[in-house]
């Protein structure tokens, strides 16, 4: 298959999976209404989606590589298009958090899926370049989804938003039904799997690259699991307005998107990803100081989060790109681990931001602060590899 093409079936399965994060989050207290709880248990679904997504990443890159790419992602988008389609059925928080998990399970696998077939068609700096367009996809579902999410809620009801996606992703699996993946030279190995993946992670070229993603990765999950019910709650935000909010967001890691495809040929891969994770401590920082300075002030907020955001867009291909590089063991193994170890830590920091959810800005921002410095430190002492 032409690597163009190849390039945009995985842009366009990475956004229906990203999607499952963003989309419904402007309808979260209707949600939260009609299954009668609290706002902050519904939050949890996120969490939870997270958390489906971080563990079965090891299995759907091990099943890849012994079964091939195509089955496995259609079998991903056949699990996650019918846990869309069965979420709005549920009437109870229990059945809603459950069919979260099972849908974050087909995300995981489309995810996975997505940052092979880029792996299988590009290498070294192309690959950063190639995965900044996966990082476009995923600002797109991020920030615009987010706003048609609250477009469909205010129109159509909150079911809605579940039953168009569940639609669009099964018939997503109907186009990739009909295209032909290319059979690669690589045979899979006798060697246990869990032995391939304990090689690559004790390599730091790979390990200290995919935690510097994994933390400002966590960046965003702690915003979107605590800003609703900040921006939503004591500063009287509606559902579109928290929509609207997308749109600065998008355009944030729009940009920072772009300038990894334009300039890490030239700039080099170190460079863009030490400049990405100081931005995403400064964002950080400064929103730390405005939630205790002045905490009414919801652009002090959202604002600086836009740079972190910025700052991330930078971050992710690169971090995804040098790890893969620095991985000891060709084949899907190493894209799998490090969407492992990103989705594990969304998966936690979900629920630390869960946990830590209420009226007051100060504690998110101050887990969005430390998370932005753990991310600082792994590109600090990362190995340094030469330009390919």
Known sequence: MNPSLILLITCCT??????GMSIYLPAL???????????????????LYLIGMALPMLFWGSLAQRIGRKPVLLAALGIYGLANLALPLGATLESFLLLRFVQGIGASGISVMARVLIRDSFKGDLLAKALSWISISFVVALGIGQYVGSIIQVTLGWQAIFYLLGAVSLMMAGIVSRLSFPVLAETPSTVSPW???????????FLL?????????GVIIAFN????????????????????LGWPISAAYFLGA?????FVLRTGQQRLMALGVGLVLA???VMLLGSLAASSLAWLLWLPYCVAVFGQSL???????????????????????????HQLLAAVIGGLASLMAGPHAWPLSLLCCVLALGAVLCVRFAPKRPRA
Do not use: E, K
Request: aromatic share 10%; hydrophobic share 50%.
């Open 315 to 341: 971050n992710y291909p690169i971090s995804l790109s040098c790890a893969n590089d620095g991985a000891p063991i060709a084949g899907a193994y190493a894209m799998a681990l490090s969407g492992f170890i």
């Open 195 to 205: 032995t391939v993946y304990r090689q690559i992670l004790s390599h730091r070229a």
């Open 209 to 217: 690259p995919a935690l510097a993603g994994g933390l400002g990765y």
């Open 258 to 262: 772009v300038a990894v495809n334009r």
């Open 283 to 285: 964002g950080s920082g």
């Open 14 to 19: 990475v956004f229906l999976a990203q999607l």
């Open 225 to 244: 699991t605590a800003a609703p019910l900040i921006l939503q709650g004591p500063l009287n935000w509606s559902a579109a307005d928290y929509g609207l």
């Open 29 to 47: 207290p209707q949600i939260a209404g009609y299954l009668q709880v609290d706002a902050s248990q519904v939050a949890w679904g996120l969490a």
